[in-house]
């Protein structure tokens, strides 16, 4: 029996389509549904400390699973019928030492676009 169970999320991945006049990468966003994220809401101390540290407001941390291997950080995610951007780093546990399914997490701050 499952007593935590995370959704699905369509996650912006950036690939390279071309190079412009000037040398600088011209960029397309790829969506990819990754299935079983946690979503919950930052903490106190977490939207204090982005804050601090990023100059940015955590809403929700994404706890990502042990199997997923996108790139989170410093991209567009979809979820709860809005965009969001991560930032910051995303930091791993060690899979074995982790009981549950998710090994990640990463913050992110809402996206008006």
């Avoid at 991209?75 to 060690?94: C, N, S």
């Avoid at 399914?101 to 809402?110: D, P, R």
Wanted: aromatic share 12%.
């Amino acid at each position: 029996m499952v007593l935590i169970k995370g959704i699905d999320v369509v996650l912006y991945t950036r690939i390279q389509v071309g190079i412009d006049g000037f040398g600088t990468p011209i960029w397309e966003e790829k969506p990819e549904i990754v299935s079983n994220v946690l979503v919950y809401p930052a903490s106190s101390e977490d939207i204090t400390n982005s804050t601090s540290l990023y100059g940015k407001h955590a809403v929700y941390t994404l706890g990502i699973p042990k199997t997923d291997n996108h790139q989170w950080e410093d991209t567009t995610v979809e979820f709860f019928g809005r965009k969001w951007k991560t930032f910051g780093f995303l930091t791993k546990g060690i899979d074995e030492l982790i009981p549950l399914e998710w090994n990640g997490k990463i913050q992110v701050e809402a996206y008006d676009n």
